[in-house]
């Protein structure tokens, strides 16, 4: 079985009620439902939540809500690993063990279905444990700056002062939308960053974090744009 578990929890505090409010005329968790039904790519998406209002928004637009998430896992404190893994072992004990488990982010409005497809395809034509998305740094890392306590410049690699920006090795960031990966790679707690993981590559206007109301407003902004 192939599942998506899409985490939404009611208790985001820099943005109140931040998986569904309204963006760009839908709940926000509805976009990401949306995206994993198109594709075509899962048996079961299930949104793992806390929360009884989210759990009736995801239910209206065609998510499964099949059991409520224990406490321990809905705090500041838990892990995407750790609500993966208990809607896997769910799944499990129901006598329907998934193979290929993807997670979903509930603010990923710009997710698309053929990027989802594109991971399916990851996993099942190479022995990578986990396919996720990413996009390019606009400035090379390498000249990173930073400000010591008296709030003077210091670089976080000096060798590279003179380096081109050309001859720099090009570097990447999680673009913060999905992750597919293998059931038992969950399970166990696999590292999402490693050797055997693989990029989803994504063009830098299609990526942005949803974390503060300066966030939303851009990714709206972004959004009308695309």
Request: aromatic share 10%.
């Amino acid at each position: 079985m192939r599942l998506a578990v899409i985490p939404a929890r009611g208790g985001s505090k820099r943005i109140p009620r931040k998986n569904i409010k309204p963006f760009h005329g839908k709940p926000m968790i509805a976009w990401s439902i949306e995206a994993a039904r198109q594709s075509g790519c899962f048996d079961r998406i299930i949104v793992s939540t806390d929360d009884a209002e989210i759990a009736d928004v995801a239910r209206q637009f065609g998510a499964e809500v099949p059991f409520v998430r224990p406490p321990e896992l809905s705090d500041d404190y838990a892990t995407t690993v750790d609500v993966i893994r208990h809607a896997v072992n769910w799944c499990t004990e129901q006598g329907e063990a998934p193979t290929l488990v993807c997670c979903l982010y509930a603010t990923a409005p710009f997710v698309q279905a053929d990027d989802l497809q594109r991971g399916l395809t990851y996993m099942q034509d190479s022995d990578c444990q986990y396919a996720f998305t990413a996009t390019s740094f606009p400035f090379p890392i390498q000249r990173a700056l930073k400000l010591d306590e008296h709030g003077r410049v210091t670089m976080f690699q000096p060798e590279h002062l003179l380096t081109r920006s050309q001859d720099l090795e090009e570097a990447f960031h999680d673009a913060g939308q999905f992750y597919w990966g293998r059931a038992d790679a969950w399970q166990r707690g696999e590292p999402l960053f490693g050797p055997a993981s693989r990029l989803i590559l994504l063009e830098r206007h299609r990526v942005q974090d949803i974390d503060t109301p300066e966030d939303w407003d851009r990714a709206e902004r972004l959004f009308e744009l695309r």
